[in-house]
């Protein structure tokens, strides 16, 4: 995990069957970028340009945190193999939700 020193670069990723709106958030909460990328290699591609482009040339994956509201996928592995914190939600299917992080059995 990033120093306390160090700066977060937050991600948010809303998934779909085809594509994935994200968006690009500073530490405060501020939107840097928003855009819609495609599901695979060119869109995680994209992905990984945003983070350039709005982290910094010091930027450590770890500083870079995803919100996704999945743990499987050919996306999400990308997401773990670049480094990537990611965070989401897992539900217990009864409305009872619990935050869940890429150390969590199952990601």
């Known amino acids: 995990m990033p120093d306390q020193e160090d700066e977060l670069l937050l991600t948010g990723d809303d998934w779909a069957e085809d594509h994935h709106d994200v968006e690009v958030q500073d530490e405060a909460g501020r939107k840097l970028a928003a855009a819609r990328v495609s599901e695979g290699v060119e ?4 992905l990984h340009e945003l983070v350039a482009r709005h982290g910094g040339g010091n930027l450590d994956a770890a500083e870079v945190v995803v919100g996704i509201e999945t743990d499987r996928g050919s996306w999400v ?3 773990i193999a670049s480094g990537y914190v ?13 935050p869940r992080s ?3 059995a199952g990601v």
Not at 86 to 98: I, K, L, P, T
């Open 43 to 46: 869109g995680i591609a994209k």
């Open 102 to 104: 890429a150390g969590d």
């Open 77 to 79: 592995q990308a997401l």
């Open 86 to 98: 990611r965070q989401g939600h897992v539900s217990d299917g009864g409305g009872d939700e619990r």
